[in-house]
Each structure stands twice: as structure tokens, then as C-alpha cells.
T-cell receptor
Framework: DAGVTQSPTHLIKTRGQQVTLRCSPK?????VSWYQQALGQGPQFIFQ???????QRGNFPDRFSGHQFPNYSSELNVNALLLGDSALYLC?????????????FGEGSRLTVL | TQLLEQSPQFLSIQEGENLTVYCNSS?????LQWYRQEPGEGPVLLVT?????EVKKLKRLTFQFGDARKDSSLHITAAQPGDTGLYLC????????????FGAGTQVVVTP
């Protein structure tokens, strides 16, 4: 049973470019959340998708957008990259309705913006 | 901005010693979760505490949720090198249950 898978694992971009990160949730899970983890910090919530719609959003600018597909996989897009966007981007999945249920995290995509 | 404050930020101990990590907030949470994250991996859930005053034990790990549901602690007895990792607490807000709020983490290093 595959866990949460993310791609790519590492990537380097320059300021002003755009990036797309991908996530496949754990089998049977239908809710996907994205988190940004800067070096030395805990993860910060970006947004959550369920039934192909953004359900909740954290304090991130509109440059951060996402999408969820009918197969529950998800993408995170970041436009006009800034140096401060350099971070580990984590995708997490869980079953809908499990308020305090376990979040399963992927290994993350390490983005470096030069 | 981390609404949950964890202390200490870094802890280095010898194998066999005990340690305690604290997680404090001015906000009240519906529940609180503890995760451990190892290098190159995502966080892995250790426990969820739901009731104020609750104490949960997982082998050598003991977790407490404060009576006011604002703070928590993680105590490890007789630490082992395999306990090395970044320990993160995360609060589940009452009004936005899908939006976990994480602390900055405590890096624990256990040397043989």
C-alpha cells in the first residue's frame, strides 16, 4: 500500500519563475492538504482540497494556487517565485470527516529559489 | 508566525537519560497532535490528545494535554538513539479542523 507520494523531490528555480508540485494521496484518502516548511520552522498550512475544491486556506498570497483532480491527486502551483519561497513543501492526506484523524505526510518537495 | 511555542528548541542528551519537550499556546484547541520528523522525511503522527488533562502513554513516551487545552508536554524515558528527530506539536483549531497549526519543533539528539 503506497503512502503519500510527491514529485519532484528536489528542484531549483530562479526568481520570477513558476513551479508546479504534485501529490498522490494515500490509497482511500480523499482530502489533500499542502504545507510549507521553511528551514528551522514547523510546517505552515497553505490550503486543503476536498472534492476538487479548495476548502480552507492559510495566510498565503494568491501566487499560491492549487488543484485537485477526480482521482484525488493534487497540484500546488507557485507563480512569480521569491527567494523566500525556498522551503520543503509537504503534502498530506487523510479521510474526509476525521476531524482529529491522522494526517499522512509525503516526504516533500525541496524547492530552492535562486 | 508560529502560534504554538515549543521549548527547548534543541536538546542533546545521552542514551538512557530522560527528556521533556513542552508545547504552549495562548489559543485553545479541540485537540493536539505530536509528530516526529526525521531528515528527508515528512512528519509522522505519534499521538492525538483530545481531552483536557488527558495523559497517553506509548511505550517510553508519555504525552499530557493541559487542563485548559492550551499546552502539552512530551516526556521520553530512557531515551535511545532511535528517538533522535524533530518533535512537532500541532493544534487542531475548533473552527477550522483541517488547518493544523504547528510549532517550530524541538530537535532532539540522543547519543550512544
Amino acid at each position: 500500500d503506497a503512502g503519500v507520494t510527491q514529485s519532484p523531490t528536489h528542484l531549483i528555480k530562479t526568481r520570477g519563475q513558476q513551479v508546479t508540485l504534485r501529490c498522490s494521496p494515500k490509497s482511500g484518502h480523499d482530502t489533500v492538504s499542502w504545507y510549507q516548511q521553511a528551514l528551522g520552522q514547523g510546517p505552515q498550512f497553505i490550503f486543503q482540497y476536498y472534492e476538487e475544491e479548495e476548502r480552507q486556506r492559510g495566510n498565503f498570497p494568491d501566487r499560491f494556487s492549487g488543484h485537485q483532480f477526480p482521482n484525488y491527486s493534487s497540484e500546488l502551483n507557485v507563480n512569480a517565485l521569491l527567494l523566500g519561497d525556498s522551503a520543503l513543501y509537504l503534502c498530506a492526506s487523510r479521510l474526509a470527516g476525521e476531524v482529529a484523524g491522522e494526517l499522512f505526510f509525503g516526504e516533500g518537495s525541496r524547492l530552492t529559489v535562486l | 508566525t508560529q502560534l504554538l511555542e515549543q521549548s527547548p528548541q534543541f536538546l542533546s542528551i545521552q542514551e538512557g537519560e530522560n527528556l521533556t519537550v513542552y508545547c504552549n499556546s495562548s489559543s485553545v484547541f479541540s485537540s493536539l497532535q505530536w509528530y516526529r520528523q526525521e531528515p528527508g522525511e515528512g512528519p509522522v503522527l505519534l499521538v492525538t490528545v483530545v481531552t483536557g488533562g488527558e495523559v497517553k502513554k506509548l511505550k517510553r513516551l508519555t504525552f499530557q494535554f493541559g487542563d485548559a487545552r492550551k499546552d502539552s508536554s512530551l516526556h521520553i524515558t530512557a531515551a535511545q538513539p532511535g528517538d533522535t528527530g524533530l518533535y512537532l506539536c500541532a493544534g487542531v483549531p475548533w473552527d477550522s479542523w483541517g488547518k493544523l497549526q504547528f510549532g517550530a519543533g524541538t530537535q532532539v539528539v540522543v547519543t550512544p
